[in-house]
């Protein structure tokens, strides 16, 4: 093995172990690096869906608050009804912004839309016209608003825990403190219907109320279960002691409050509460607050873990590409440096000798004057050098003469086109190619209208002028791939890309417009405008034949010029 290709071959071992090493390494960092870079995405998209989740649950509220009233409910209960829709409708178009498939709402949209509508028609009733059944149907649609909405970033929270395992604990009490606040919802608008109908609570009603507060003490028990140094934060600490002074002591004596009234004997009509739905839910509302700034406190603690991951991630990232890059300049560094003091000097002695012995003399050798046998072999090669680029020199001229040489034969000399025998030549290649790929070739002959009358009137100079401009003008009209000739005196040829008749035709006849369109000035400053007549044929087949195309082309510009000039014609 040549030393040249054993050092390379080192190189290129060497270069690709480390390369490997280091590649594997920069995967693994760049991995991991936008694993964390998508959980954070994917943690924005779940802290969006909350919020969705949060105002489609406040909006229930002035829904009950309308629903409860009387016909047409009181301005201000139709206002912040209005203000809730509001803030749900931006809240969810923020969502959909950052959630990549743009129907992934489409069932939450759907059923928003029919629940409002539920509630717009019930409000619209007299109040004696709203059922009980009605209205709980209406609560109910608002209930199965918040599942949804939670249930579209349900990949997204699987991605998110995957980046950040450490953060899973948080999400997941962050979506139990939803889910606190949804059945805390849940039980204030259980109270709607007795509420807005002034009659006492149903034994159904009742068990629900205790199957809810069951639920809310599950969700209040597991959200307080410390399991992590997270959990034990002082912001989580300070909301959870915030919602149970407010929520779980407050809002429950709210309820209670009502369920007392409820079942009092003495109570009874319009006066059984002392107040209406829109009352109850002014001073119901506001305790469950807190429980969103648990949810908030949770989900910060979260970003900020995932955040301080990510960070980690990318340093790691950061150190693992500075190191392999340091790896490489020092490879690269040791690698030139063997290759300049040691195999270069080599290498060039040698091919001085392989020159010699190869007889190639197109790059001088570095000799000595020496006054010996060796300075007149030296001197002896220089001249067989001398005379072999001499040789090389000839042989390039020759080259060149008969390159120019063919080049002249197929070319014709006034227009600088292909003249009839290099366009025979090409046609038939191109008509093999046809044949080959199925497809269809056409011909459009054209010869210039009264040519003969232009060399009469104003010579053959401006006759020669008119076929020099005629050929500048098709040229410049052709694209890429469309074969342009003289096939003889004024007459021209052009062999469009594969083609059928129309698309052949429509080529001519903007080839017909642009020589008529064109002013021809003659050497005198006279212009002259001429006119051409065209003749398009199509072959199809196995047995099409180039002759063949050519004399139906003739026959159709026979027929142009028959009818009158300045026209296309196609074959019959």
Known sequence: MRLTRLFTLISAILALLVCGVQGRSLW??????????????????????????????FERGPSNAVMGDGYPAAAAKQ?????????????????????????????????????????????AQPPD?????QLNSAVERMYALVPLALDTVTAATHASEQ???????????????VELREYAGRLGSTLTVPLATAQPLTREQQERLQFLRGRLEQLRQLIRMNSSEADQAQAVQAALARMDSDY?????????????????????????????????AQRYVPTMAPILAVRDALLQEAQLQAHREFQQAR?????????????????????????VRVVAPLLRATRAVVRLGNGDFTAPSRISRRK??????????????????????????????????????DTDYLTGILNRRAFATAGNLRLRGAREKDESLAVILFDIDHFKSVNDCYGHDAGDQVLIRIAEVVRATL??????????????????????????????????????????????????????????????????????????????????????????????
């Not at 709210?254 to 209406?276: H, L, T």
């Not at 220089?382 to 063919?406: C, D, G, P, V, W």
Request: overall charge neutral; proline content about 2%; hydrophobic content about 40%.
């Open 372 to 409: 010996d046998e060796i300075g007149d072999m030296l001197r002896a090669l220089a001249t067989l050098r001398e005379n072999s680029m001499e040789r090389q020199r000839l042989e390039q001229e020759r080259a060149h003469l008969i390159e120019e040489l063919k080049t002249r034969a």
């Open 479 to 572: 694209r890429d791939g469309e074969i342009l000739a003289r096939y003889g005196g004024e007459e021209f040829v052009v062999m469009p890309s594969y083609c059928g008749l129309e698309a052949a035709r429509a080529l001519a006849e903007r080839l017909r417009v642009a020589i008529e369109q064109e002013p021809l000035t003659l050497s005198d400053g006279y212009i002259l405008r001429v006119t051409a007549s065209f003749g398009v044929a199509v072959a199809h087949g196995p047995h099409a034949a180039l002759d063949d195309l050519f004399h139906s082309a003739d026959l159709a510009l026979y027929r142009a010029k028959s009818q009158g000039r300045n026209r296309v014609e196609t074959q019959l």
């Open 315 to 339: 340093h790691e990232l950061g150190w693992a590409m500075l190191n392999g890059a340091a790896i490489l300049m020092v490879l690269v560094a040791l690698l030139i440096i063997v290759r």
């Open 163 to 177: 980046a950040y395992p450490r953060i899973t604990r948080l999400l997941v009490k962050s979506r139990l403190a």
């Open 28 to 57: 693994s960092e760049w991995r991991q690096y936008q694993s964390a870079e998508r959980g954070l995405q994917a943690l924005q998209l779940v802290e969006a869906s909350m919020r969705a989740a949060e105002k489609l649950s």
């Open 79 to 123: 206002e912040r009804l209005r203000s809730a829709r509001n803030d749900t409708n931006n809240a969810l178009r923020q969502l959909q912004q950052q959630l990549d498939q743009r129907d992934a709402t489409a069932a939450l949209d759907q059923a928003l839309r029919e629940a409002r509508r539920n509630v717009d028609q019930l409000a």
């Open 248 to 280: 779980f002591a407050r809002g429950q004596q709210i309820i209670s409050a009502v369920e007392q009234a409820s079942s009092s004997p003495r109570a009874s009509g319009a006066q059984r509460y002392g107040m209406d739905t829109a009352q109850f």
């Open 129 to 133: 016209g709203r059922t009980p059944a």
